[in-house]
């Protein structure tokens, strides 16, 4: 499964996981569906297994490791693709939505009734 805390801390989470916000981010700024972010978070799984075994040793066919590695890294992208389609719907149509929360936007036009 995980070889090392500190290496799955560094290489999935932050080194990976900032890869993962920058690809949510940029399906999310070009109108791309949600479901692009998860099958290129196949890739980065595949990407941060090879990363842990060639600098650190870690095991590189590991079913278990890749599979929470990749769901690390689907739920940032995803989370990065939701965050930033958020800010663009009401950057782009500021008479239509606004913000909920980090999320969310609602249409401003069903609260005016």
């Known amino acids: 499964m995980i070889d090392s805390i500190p290496v ?4 999935t989470i932050l ?5 993962a916000f920058m690809t949510g981010n ?3 700024r070009t109108w791309r569906p949600w479901w692009m972010g998860a099958l290129y978070a196949l ?3 595949a990407a ?3 990363i ?12 278990g490791g ?3 590695d990749t769901m690390v890294l689907e739920a940032i992208t995803l989370a990065a693709w939701r965050v930033t389609l958020a800010k663009r719907m009401c950057d782009q149509y500021p008479w239509l939505y606004q913000r909920t929360g980090l999320f969310g936007w609602t249409d401003k036009i069903a609260h005016r009734h």
Do not use: E, K
Not at 52 to 63: C, D, K, N, R
């Open 48 to 50: 941060d297994r090879f």
């Open 52 to 63: 842990g075994f060639a600098l650190f040793g870690g095991s590189l066919l590991s079913p």
């Open 43 to 45: 890739g980065l799984g």
């Open 15 to 19: 080194f990976m996981g900032g890869c």
């Open 8 to 11: 799955f801390i560094g290489i």
């Open 66 to 68: 890749y599979a929470i």
């Open 26 to 28: 940029a399906l999310a």
